[in-house]
């Protein structure tokens, strides 16, 4: 049976559908229930944008209000969620990220109230400048990694269908095969699939981090005699 | 066609050897039906919602138009249906009907948790 633990639907004109995965799966997982199927695939789904930050873009030009200083930035558009702030910018230079344990020292010291240098993350998708501007914060751009977002019309953009499908069903058969007294438990294609999955989080974590462009080099053992 | 409760139990009085339900009534098939759901939940908890509450079958549930629908994912019905039949044999006392019993509720078993193969 599904769980109620995500949004309602919503259909974006160019979207995939999750029933892509879900009719390979349970070819291989015979006698799993066909909801659970969807709500592991959401998880995994998840999981794979947060560990990998694959989805990146950046968003802009913001404006944090005066006497507030913050941005928040989700819910960013209608099928996509900020995970993680990666960098912030203003006025073409980055700000630079506080750590919040050093915030109250701080607040002692700064009295630039307006041109904000620096930011802390409150949580992880609200940007909270700092110190806190007395005028418009005008022209910040910021970089993040987005998740899609998870809808019980199981929708995602087409593009997640095309480019990850083998990580994530990698990792749906990986949770499916892991679980006990199942009639699909086997605990070596769990660590089959695990295997998959782990290494396509790495090449896509690589692939992203060098934005889209050539994937890393690969590891090879040294050559002597060249 | 979706299953229904009825025919879960048509289909047990079949292996029953009790077509018109002289030897096993309604109530008692019922009362099986109703554990065979709790024990599902010990084993597959998966099939259900979190936090719901277990479907509760009755008597009067049966013989409906349309009729119930059968409570959970079609892929269990075989083997509720090999639970009622199994437990259903496990109140006679004779030696053969009790190792019929042994094998349909070890079918109910394999079924949810077991190799298919």
């Known amino acids: ?4 633990g995500f949004e309602d639907g919503f259909t974006v004109t160019t979207s995939g559908s999750l029933d892509t995965w879900v009719k390979e799966i349970h070819a291989k997982v015979p006698g799993a229930i066909e909801e659970y199927i969807y709500d592991q695939l959401k998880l995994v789904i998840s999981d794979f944008f947060q560990r990998t930050k694959s989805w990146r873009t950046f968003l802009g030009p913001l404006t944090a209000a005066a006497n507030d200083g913050t941005i928040c930035l989700n819910p960013v558009d209608a099928y996509s969620n900020v995970i993680q702030v990666l960098e912030v910018t203003r006025n073409t230079s980055p700000l630079s990220q506080l750590d919040m344990k050093s ?3 701080l607040f002692a010291t700064e009295n630039d109230n307006q041109n904000p240098s620096r930011f802390y993350l409150d949580p992880y998708h609200t940007i909270k400048f700092f110190p806190v501007p007395t005028v418009d914060t005008e022209d910040v751009y910021v970089t993040v990694a987005l998740t899609p977002r998870l809808r019980a019309d199981n929708r995602i953009p087409e593009w997640v269908v095309e480019q990850c499908y083998e990580a994530i069903k990698a990792g749906t058969l990986q949770r499916l095969h892991e679980e006990p007294d199942k009639t699909y438990s086997n605990v070596a294609k769990a660590e089959y699939w695990g295997k998959k999955y782990r290494s396509e989080l790495a090449r896509s974590r690589s692939v992203a981090a060098q934005g889209y462009g050539e994937t890393a ?3 090879g053992f040294p050559r002597w005699n060249m | 066609m979706p299953k229904s409760v009825d025919n879960a139990l048509t289909d047990a009085r079949v292996i029953l050897n009790d077509a018109i339900g002289e030897r096993y009534t309604d109530a008692d098939l019922v009362s099986d039906f109703n554990s065979a759901i709790s024990m ?5 908890p998966d099939a259900f919602k979190l936090g719901e509450v277990l479907p509760e079958i009755s008597v009067a549930d049966l013989e ?23 437990n259903a044999e496990l109140r006679d006392d004779e030696f053969a009907v009790d190792n019929r019993a042994m094998t349909l509720l070890a079918a ?6 077991g190799d298919l193969r």
């Open chain 1, 217 to 219: 080099q690969p590891w």
């Open chain 2, 108 to 113: 109910y078993r394999r079924n949810l948790t």
């Open chain 1, 103 to 105: 915030l109250p020292r």
């Open chain 2, 64 to 86: 409906q138009v349309p009729e119930t629908d059968f409570p959970l994912p079609e892929v269990f019905y075989q083997s509720f249906v090999y639970y009622l039949a199994g």
């Open chain 2, 40 to 44: 599902t939940k010990m084993l597959r």
């Open chain 1, 1 to 4: 049976m599904p769980q109620s």
